[in-house]
T-cell receptor, first 111, second 114 residues
Framework: QKEVEQNSGPLSVPEGAIASLNCTYS??????FFWYRQYSGKSPELIMF????GDKEDGRFTAQLNKASQYVSLLIRDSQPSDSATYLC???????????FGGGTRVLVKP | DGGITQSPKYLFRKEGQNVTLSCEQN?????MYWYRQDPGQGLRLIYY???????QKGDIAEGYSVSREKKESFPLTVTSAQKNPTAFYLC?????????????FGPGTRLTVT
């Protein structure tokens, strides 16, 4: 079992719809959770982080964390063609600053 | 401008040669990291350093070496012992405070070894 798992996609979403991405993790000691967006050929860009159970909203993005079920999700509202990218989930533990990354979910927003 | 720079953007080497990738940051971050990304894959940690003159192996350190002589710099050497060195190499940095574990990435170096 991988430490951090994501559906590789592609997740095809009509423009204006909500894109829902999921990420599960295996280590119950995980404390911090991050979503990165990576355009083809570019480096990852941090878009959201969440440390506590519940929802965290930032513009069109909402991160949801459920530590009991060991999953974290990302919602993208009003999806735009510019949201087409690969979204990487990363999980960190309390000790040290190491992050473990999932394989990424590719999102395609169709006009 | 504050940020992380990596050079060069593209690097081509012959098999059997060592090559050093540069990573510099002016964010005053204590911690720095090197990742490798293969096509269609996530990121895998090679080495990381939380303080000057100290570094630890990540998940795939074999065939790589690093140094951390200055806070701003964390160069990575890909040695001839690395069996599959062709990849996209990403450098990142973060603060060491308990609440600030977000990592920020440089633009990356794409290494091709033939």
């Amino acid at each position: 079992q991988k430490e951090v798992e994501q559906n590789s996609g592609p997740l095809s979403v009509p423009e204006g719809a909500i894109a829902s991405l999921n990420c599960t993790y295996s280590d119950r000691g995980s404390q911090s959770f991050f979503w990165y967006r990576q355009y083809s050929g570019k480096s990852p860009e941090l878009i959201m982080f969440i440390y506590s159970n519940g929802d965290k909203e930032d513009g069109r993005f909402t991160a949801q964390l459920n530590k009991a079920s060991q999953y974290v999700s990302l919602l993208i509202r009003d999806s735009q063609p510019s949201d087409s990218a690969t979204y990487l989930c990363a999980v960190g533990k309390a000790a040290g600053n190491k992050l473990t990354f999932g394989g990424g979910t590719r999102v395609l927003v169709k006009p | 401008d504050g940020g992380i720079t990596q050079s060069p953007k593209y690097l081509f080497r012959k098999e059997g040669q060592n090559v050093t990738l540069s990573c510099e940051q002016n964010l005053n971050h204590d911690a720095m990291y090197w990742y490798r990304q293969d096509p269609g894959q996530g990121l895998r940690l090679i080495y990381y350093s939380q303080i000057v003159n100290d570094f630890q192996k990540g998940d795939i350190a074999e065939g790589y070496s690093v140094s951390r002589e200055k806070k701003e710099s964390f160069p990575l050497t890909v040695t001839s012992a690395q069996k599959n060195p062709t990849a996209f190499y990403l450098c990142a940095s973060s603060t060491r405070t308990s609440g600030g574990r977000e990592q920020y990435f440089g633009p990356g170096t794409r290494l091709t070894v033939t």
